[in-house]
């Protein structure tokens, strides 16, 4: 018997080789910590002056001057010396907009000087070329070098020097749930930058870091903690580290905030309260924003999590959340600090058997009856949808609701409910659906974007705020597409007009380079990757299935129904979804205004992509594709599931054009996730199959011909194990080896000879690290160790997983075996052996 483990022959391999060796991109590996600031080398068609003056002393137009020095240098090879004053040849110019205009009177200086507002251009003068790098404000200035440099990075070609560009909203935020151990909840890219072991860090060097790139986009505030806030951010410890994490990031405009527990006051103050209406809560309050300005001179404010999951907050006291948030902004006001109030309030016990009862009503049931009883410095953060960053959510009908407070969308970069960077899905098309979405309030044109930047309603503060959740790994996010995410929603802060495509193309040109295969390959990965994850995941509205009671990962439907928090698809023998109609239903849709409501109310008028959250219909209820519901499940598992498999392909593409380190580290993110769809595919659509009782008309769902379950299998020590859902596995049980050191399970090959891709779907728990070994016909063809830490501490879909061999000769009457060593308490788990032909691959038919 003969097998393969390479994918071409001896010559094939020897001119890979030879290419390899000549690659440039071979012999220079990356990490991905410069993130898109990388500066690749290039030949620019502008002439870049030989020299460079930095006006004033501020400290953002210094780093601006010093970033210009440097990108310019690692660019052309050459940097412009700095100056001190005019030295008759052609200078950059950097400063802002009155400092540009006193030392260069030929230039023309922008009317309109929005706060963070700049423009770089070149101007003839005295007989030579000078580059003005000019900003309303100091941030401004940086925001234009970073501009200068992206402009040429992008577009080398590009000889000419010109472009104005202003903020979209003057709140652009990200929030960091980072915990004072170090820990980071819903993060996936190692430990806080910030803190650890209950301080902030001794080195700082990667919170400078993290603030360079996130002034590189525009973004001006960053929230450093979890709001599931510890009282202990207050203590005199943790604000002297507090202002050293200001101070790494003020050289790079970034202003840092804080979440607080409004329990504080009774849990490190000594008070027997935190009543906001009671004076002593008032005078803690107020010493303790003194004690920070103190500190931090440019602290941003305060993020406030209350009333919900568990936090406490003054309804405890029969008190709304304006009393609790206009207290602590009278204590900010004096110092131009905010309060970011987020909306994310709700009863997370709800009564599942109450037809009535709608987590999606909440936050308008709440908020909306206080608009306009909120000060001028507090600004409500209300999450896109009414839910929480599910896969697909309508926009919050609440945007519509406050017409008298200022509004901020909170928007989740972290991946907690969309693959967790363990796949790759690109969330500026879900962003740009609700921020483009047109509310009609007042029965005029008023899309999202307009409300939450404060335009809409003439409102004085409003804007953008994103869940990021950086981590100490060198890339960030731990999957450098991820990196996209972070990348378009800033972006989309500074300016929502653009298009998913112009910010992933301009992205991918500063991160993997310019060469226009690379561009549209990594196109034809990002721009589809949210709705290929939708399909495959919880489509037509059903919002993610995932495990809604563990890690929010793997698929469980059944996790979803019957309990009290409210993220239900009431799924019955007959029919599936929520409604949410005036009519009949819990009434969540007359909340928006009547030109969306009646919109929605209408099946007839409910787009497919939403009809599942707005109602519940039959089974075999005719979408508007022509197909019904249940068909339609069925066939977007599977087409997802088949195009996560074509992001594999097209990535390969990129072999030898991008580097060796960052090609391999993708391409394995894409394998796994082009096989945890299957996962998903086969999870949700038993599920769908058991509870409907409707067989899929092209004869898929339960039926697998290139694999043998376990239970098919020979075996020694092995005894199948009951999962809590069923759709988690083969026949609703896995295989585990318990009472021995070693279990086997064999079976017989019986199909044609052939090349084959073989796999083994098992499940690696954090508890353990078992060991597996795959013979064939009693020959060792591959071992390996369960130790991917997936998300999941039981054996479930959180933790399904695949080994895959590529191209290995088998025929008839080969006898393949399986080897389980359990570890550390995991018992060498498995579901299924597959084995499909290698011309099967892009299609995944298994």
């Not at 922008?110 to 941030?139: F, M, N």
């Not at 197909?627 to 097209?650: E, M, N, P, R």
Request: net charge positive.
């Amino acid at each position: 018997m003969s097998f393969s483990l390479r994918p071409r022959g001896l010559h094939g391999a020897l001119c890979a080789a030879l290419v390899l060796a000549v690659s440039p991109l071979a012999a220079h590996a990356e990490t991905g910590a410069d993130g898109w600031l990388r500066y690749a080398p290039t030949k620019l068609a502008a002439k870049v002056p030989a020299q460079i003056q930095v006006l004033g002393s501020a400290a953002q137009i210094k780093s601006a001057g010093s970033e210009l020095q440097r990108g310019l240098k690692a660019m052309s090879g050459h940097a412009p010396a700095a100056v001190s004053g005019e030295g008759g040849k052609g200078t950059v110019l950097v400063g802002t907009y009155a400092q540009v205009k006193a030392q260069l009177p030929a230039w023309q200086s922008p009317s309109h000087a929005v706060p963070g507002s700049y423009q770089i251009k070149a101007v003839e003068h005295a007989g030579h070329t000078d580059w003005v790098v000019a900003g309303a404000d100091a941030r401004g200035t940086l925001y234009g070098a970073f501009a200068l440099l992206e402009q040429l990075g992008e577009q080398p070609q590009r000889a000419a020097i010109d472009a104005t560009s202003s903020p979209s909203a003057p709140i652009r935020w990200v929030d960091e749930w980072d915990n004072p151990d170090g820990s980071i909840e819903r993060g996936y890219a190692g430990r806080s930058i910030f803190f650890d072991k209950g301080h902030v860090r001794a080195d700082l060097s990667r919170v400078g870091d993290y603030a360079r790139l996130l002034a590189s986009v525009g973004i001006n505030g960053c929230n450093v903690n979890n709001v599931n806030a510890s009282p202990k951010m207050l203590t005199p410890q943790m604000i002297a580290g507090l202002a050293r994490i200001a101070d790494a990031m003020r050289p790079w405009g970034v202003r840092i905030a804080i979440s607080v527990d409004l329990r504080s006051p009774q849990e490190i103050g000594g008070l027997d309260t935190f009543n906001p209406k009671d004076p002593r809560v008032i005078a803690w309050w107020q010493s303790k924003v003194d004690a920070l300005y103190q500190a931090i001179p440019d602290f941003a404010g305060f993020t406030v999590k209350a009333d919900s999951e568990g936090q406490p907050g003054p309804s405890q006291y029969g008190l709304s959340p304006a009393a609790a948030a206009n207290m602590l902004a009278k204590a900010l006001a004096p110092h131009g600090g905010v309060v970011m109030y987020r909306a994310f309030v709700y009863n997370h016990h709800l009564d599942w058997h109450n037809a009535k009862a709608d987590r999606a009503r909440a936050a308008y049931d709440i908020f909306h009856p206080l608009d306009g009883k909120f000060d001028n410095n507090v600004v409500v953060q209300i999450k896109n949808g009414p839910i929480d960053f599910q896969v697909r959510e309508p926009a919050s009908p609440l945007f519509a609701g406050l017409r008298k407070t200022n509004q901020a969308i909170e928007l989740e970069v972290t991946q907690e409910y969309t693959g967790q960077q363990r796949q790759t899905v690109y969330l500026v098309p879900m962003w740009k659906a609700t921020l483009d979405f047109d509310m009609h309030a007042e029965g005029r044109h008023t899309p999202v974007k307009s409300i939450v930047e404060g335009k809409a309603f003439d409102r004085p503060l409003g804007g953008y705020v994103a869940v990021s959740n950086v981590g100490l790994d060198t890339n960030w996010m731990r999957n450098p597409l991820a990196m996209a995410n972070l990348w378009g929603y800033a972006r989309l802060a500074w300016n929502p007009d653009l298009s998913a495509k112009t910010i992933s193309s301009n992205w991918t040109r500063l991160t993997f380079g310019t060469d226009p295969v690379v561009v549209d390959t990594v196109n034809q990965v990002l721009l589809p990757s949210w709705r290929t994850y939708e399909d495959y995941t919880g489509p037509l509205g059903l919002q993610t299935l995932t495990n809604i009671l563990g890690p929010h990962y793997g698929p469980a439907p059944q996790s979803q129904e019957h309990n009290g928090w409210g993220q239900w698809f009431r799924a019955t023998h007959k029919g599936v979804g929520m409604d949410r109609t005036v009519a009949t239903g819990t009434g969540y849709i007359g909340q928006y205004p009547p030109q969306v409501a009646a919109m929605f109310e209408s099946k007839q008028s409910t787009p497919d992509d939403l009809m599942l959250f707005m109602h519940h219909v039959p089974y075999g209820y005719t979408l508007h594709n022509g197909k019904s519901v249940i068909q339609t499940l069925y066939d977007l598992h599977y087409t997802g599931a088949q195009k996560a498999q074509g992001f594999v392909d097209a990535w390969k593409k990129l072999h030898g054009r991008i580097d060796d380190a960052r090609y391999e580290k993708v391409l394995k993110i894409q394998r796994y996730q082009a096989a945890y769809a299957i996962v998903w595919r086969d999870a949700v659509t038993r599920y769908f199959h058991k509870m409907s009782g409707i067989a899929d008309a092209m004869g898929r769902v339960g039926h697998y011909p290139d694999r043998i379950t376990g239970e098919q299998m020979k075996r020694v020590g092995y005894t199948s194990h009951k999962l809590k859902y069923f759709e988690n596995a083969s026949h609703g049980q896995a295989q585990v080896c318990l009472k021995r050191a070693t279990c086997t399970a064999s079976a017989t090959f019986h199909r044609p000879a052939g090349t084959y891709n073989l796999g083994v779907q098992y499940f690696d728990v954090r508890t353990g690290t078992s060991h597996f070994t795959l013979k064939l016909n009693g020959k060792t063809i591959s071992h390996w160790t369960a130790d991917a830490t997936l998300p999941g501490t039981t054996i479930s879909g959180d933790t399904s997983t695949r080994h895959l061999m590529r191209a290995v000769r088998l025929k008839p009457g080969d006898t393949i075996t399986l080897v389980g060593q359990p570890q550390g308490g995991e018992p060498a788990p498995f579901d299924y052996l597959v084995a499909y032909p290698t011309s099967r691959q892009s299609k995944m038919h298994d």
